[in-house]
């Protein structure tokens, strides 16, 4: 058994013109994902009993997948809009449309009869799934999700809570293992609410490894909303073998609307990194001493009179202020280049290494030497030979 592929033989032929029955199915509501497909008989009756005659009419809309059910087993699948017709001296046919190769694939490889859970059904079925993104979507965090944030500048590795707003898409991009593993022998619909509850759980239980993947890259919390990309690819990783391989299903698209550290781990975090930018001897004194300027100008503005608060700036500089401040330049001067070895300094002040000033020119003045009773020349305070102390 088959599907051939079907033409109207003029524009204005009808369905009922063409077949004694066939099988359609209206628009398929944003909300529904499966729908019994409705049998139409000559006349434009329903009918109501689950054969397909053979010759029969089975047309496929833009945004559907068709399949056959025969005893409880896909028998066909059709994902190309068309008209086609029913024939059972034809072998099972795949008209893959737009969803792949995975199609063929998928069965190929479950033998292209496919048993829904072991049960034999007594009837035939006409399946449409819709194939275009399932929208509007939202979800948030009801608690929060753990966050790695490293910064090398700041020393920091910690984990924050993040709490996130957001929106996103799916599709049924493999309708065999959709029916197969989830909806099965629906008696009308299979609506978008039977599984959504399921979905947004396991996309918020994905939230945490992929928000692991975005810190492996770097990516500072303050800026994933610009990488949205990346996290929607990591959730994409994370739940291929639930999503894509078990149930057919693909993340589409994942957008957030707002994305939030607890702020108490962000007031953290500003912390550290504003104390780490002390490392640096200057910044330090330079802190110090706008700290302590703006202490003399409250001092002087002191309801209390400007001596009383002058007396507390000079016990903030007891207490350790002065030689916070004196501590930091004697590191600062400790980090100071040495001077190059083997270097003179001219009589212009410059720092030179070679035979010759990079000032002025002037050549490297000859090292003072004396000669010892012993005969040996000497540039230090004794002689190299003998001892003796320069005269």
């Excluded at 139409?40 to 010759?55: L, R």
């Excluded at 001077?339 to 010759?356: E, K, L, M």
Aim: charged share 15%.
């Amino acid at each position: 058994m088959g599907l051939i592929s079907a033409a109207l033989s003029s524009v204005s032929s009808t369905l009922a013109d063409q077949w004694k029955e066939f099988f359609t199915c209206d628009a398929i509501d944003k909300d529904v994902l499966v729908v019994r497909g409705t049998k139409m008989t000559k006349g434009g009756n329903k009918g109501n009993d689950n054969v397909i005659s053979n010759g029969s009419g089975i047309v496929v809309a833009d945004g559907q997948c068709m399949i056959i059910v025969d005893q409880g087993k896909v028998v066909e699948i059709c994902a190309e809009p068309g008209q086609f017709t029913y024939d059972t001296s034809s072998s099972p046919s795949v008209f893959a449309g737009n969803l792949g190769e995975s199609i063929l694939a998928t069965f190929k490889e479950l033998g292209q009869r496919i048993t829904f859970g072991g049960d034999v059904a007594k009837d035939q079925r006409v399946y449409y799934f819709n194939t275009k993104e399932i929208i509007d979507n939202k979800i948030g965090t009801p608690a929060p999700v753990p966050f790695r944030v490293v910064d090398a500048n700041a020393n920091m590795d910690m984990d924050i809570g993040m709490r996130m707003n957001a929106i996103y898409t799916y599709k049924v991009t493999n309708p065999i293992l959709f029916y197969t593993n989830v909806c099965g022998n629906v008696a009308n619909t299979y609506d978008r609410s039977e599984i959504d509850s399921t979905l947004k759980a396991e996309l918020l239980a994905a939230l945490q490894p992929a928000f692991a993947k975005i810190s492996e890259q770097g990516i500072r919390y303050s800026a994933i909303a610009g990488h949205t990309l990346e996290l929607e690819q990591a959730l994409k990783d994370c739940l291929a073998e639930k999503w894509a391989n078990t149930r057919g299903l693909q993340l589409a698209s994942f957008s957030i609307n707002s994305i939030t550290a607890d702020p108490e781990d962000e007031k953290r975090i500003k912390q550290l990194q504003f104390n780490a930018s002390f490392k640096d001897p200057g910044m330090a004194g330079a802190h110090l001493v706008g700290q302590t300027g703006q202490a003399m100008v409250d001092a002087a503005n002191n309801s209390a009179g400007a001596a009383v608060g002058l007396m507390g700036v000079n016990m903030v500089n007891n207490m350790g202020t002065v030689q916070a401040a004196q501590g930091f330049l004697n590191q600062a001067q400790q980090q100071a280049p040495a001077a190059p070895a083997n270097s003179w300094t001219c009589a212009c002040g410059t720092v030179n290494t070679g035979n010759f000033c990079s000032n002025c020119g002037a050549a490297k003045p000859a090292p003072a030497t004396w000669t010892c009773s012993c005969g040996t020349v000497n540039t230090g305070k004794f002689c190299s030979n003998c001892g003796t102390a320069k005269p």
